[in-house]
């Protein structure tokens, strides 16, 4: 935010998008993102910070910290159902931050066709619509194919291509001011290769071409989730996806 560097990859641990502001919760104490987020807005001159959350587990304390305001939208996408048993497509925010809470809650066996056909279609006209200053992002990697703790099945070159997006997405969209913060991911081989794949994007090292092709599963849970969302994000009633 103070023009020091663009991009940012955050490597902490424990992780944080389950610890809510007066509890921790899966393996989370303190949520790193939130804390980022509310830093920037309140300290670093951030009028509207954009959170994308990866993790297979839906960050149920990200959300919470941020339900009733406006300036954070948060979009996440996680298996569903699954721990920690929150993140419905119809917990969409409250009061002024109602429609600023966008969750795309996936059945067990997304692989890089679906997610990433999910993300190329909905991200963008949502992130344009919402002109951000900041993105943050919840990167976990627990949604790998060998991650032992979920059942989701992303390669590593499918968590490239998601970072490829949230980068032209930044460099589109706010001088390039993205964080990449450290979830979950519980397989170290996994973990250690999707963590290098995302790092060598990021620093722009690796340039990554966004797939074009749209899964199955994704066909199906698209129009789903357009209709959920829309009302709030006119952006959303968009052209079918591409086959």
């Not at 959300?63 to 920690?84: E, G, M, R, T, W």
């Amino acid at each position: 935010m103070t023009g020091e560097t663009t991009r940012a990859w955050a490597l902490v641990r424990p992780p944080g998008h389950h610890a809510e502001a007066d509890r921790a919760m899966g393996f989370c104490l303190f949520n790193n993102v939130a804390v980022a987020a509310a830093t920037a807005r309140h300290e670093l001159g951030a009028r509207r910070v954009l959170v994308i959350d990866w993790d297979v587990h839906h960050g149920n304390g990200t959300q919470n910290a941020f339900y009733d305001d406006p300036s954070v939208l948060f979009v996440s996408s996680h298996q569903a159902p699954f721990y920690p048993g929150t993140g419905g497509v119809r917990e969409q925010g409250e009061g002024p931050g109602l429609g600023y809470t966008v969750n795309m809650p996936l059945p067990a066996g997304v692989r890089d066709d679906d997610l990433v056909a999910l993300y190329r279609e909905l991200l963008p006209p949502l992130a344009r619509a919402f002109a951000p200053d900041l993105i943050l992002v919840s990167a976990g990697f627990d949604a790998h194919e060998h991650d032992p703790l979920a059942d989701f099945h992303l390669s590593t070159e499918g968590f490239a291509a998601l970072t490829q997006l949230v980068c032209d997405l930044a460099d589109e969209l706010c001088d390039g001011r993205l964080v990449l913060t450290l979830e979950g991911g519980y397989d170290v081989d996994a973990l250690t290769a999707s963590c290098l794949a995302s790092l060598r994007v990021l620093t722009g090292s690796t340039r990554v071409e966004i797939p074009s092709r749209t899964g199955e599963m994704a066909r199906v849970v698209l129009p789903h989730l357009r209709r959920h969302h829309g009302g709030h994000w006119p952006c959303l009633a968009a052209p079918e996806v591409t086959p």
